[in-house]
Nanobody
């Protein structure tokens, strides 16, 4: 059974930082590109970032470029999203997902709230 479990969300002030993690199991993690997708209240899903299977190629939405970093540790079956200089508009539920151009499996999400 494929499982993706996100953690690391929370409440942070504007300008602050958070690091999200996503632990994967049930599939050969190192064979898959992985992504982060977010969904703000009342809005549809928004792709945030992707990393290729080897971890050497990354992609970011314009809205987070220069502020967020994606990485992965294939030995730990985990991907990360380092979020810096957070803005209120980054408030959303953040999901990790398998794939990049099209998402397959999704985790349950972790809430990130940016507010003073």
């Amino acid at each position: 059974e494929v499982q993706l479990v996100e953690s690391g969300g929370g409440l942070v002030q504007p300008g602050g930082s958070l690091r999200l993690s996503c632990a994967a199991s049930g599939f050969v993690f190192g064979n898959y590109d992985m992504s982060w997708v977010r969904q703000a209240p009342g809005k549809g899903p928004e792709w945030v970032s992707s990393v290729n299977s080897g971890g050497g190629i990354t992609y970011f939405a314009d809205s987070v470029k220069g502020r967020f970093t994606i990485s992965r540790d294939n030995a730990k079956n985990t991907i990360y999203l380092q979020m810096n200089s957070l803005k209120p508009e980054d408030t959303a539920v953040y999901y990790c997902a398998t794939g990049s151009s099209s998402m397959g499996y999704w985790g349950q999400g972790t809430q990130v709230t940016v507010s003073s």
